[in-house]
């Protein structure tokens, strides 16, 4: 069975940073973090190919950064700069096609939470 496992979330002062992490049994083509705050749909964050490729969302360039360790099966989001508005539920996810579109990802974790104080 295929399981995802965020860590790393928590609460920090804007301008902090926090790296989160997540574990994974998923061998897929493309990994990403998305967020999900109350009331709104489920955005994605960034994206990275089994290759290495990166995708951002604009609001994140220049702050946050994607890596994967394919040894370790492992998935990370060092996030820096951060904004009050980047307050929400972060998850990781596992497809075959790295789009932007979160219906299209198979695996999911549970959501870590990121809370950031202005």
């Known amino acids: 069975q295929v399981q995802l496992v965020e860590s790393g979330g928590g609460s920090v002062q804007a301008g902090g940073s926090l790296r989160l992490s997540c574990q994974t049994s998923a061998y897929t083509y493309c990994m990403g973090w998305f967020r999900q705050t109350p009331g709104k749909e489920r955005e994605g964050v960034a994206l990275i190919s089994r290759y290495g490729g990166t995708f951002y969302a604009d609001f994140v360039k220049g702050r946050f950064t994607i890596s994967r360790d394919n040894a370790k099966n492992a998935l990370y989001l060092q996030m820096n700069i951060l904004k009050a508005e980047d307050t929400a539920v972060y998850y990781c996810?596992?497809?075959?096609?790295?789009?932007?579109?979160?219906?299209?990802?198979?695996?999911w974790g549970q959501g870590t939470q990121v809370t950031v104080s202005s």
């Open positions: 996810a596992a497809g075959d096609d790295c789009t932007w579109r979160p219906q299209r990802y198979t695996y």
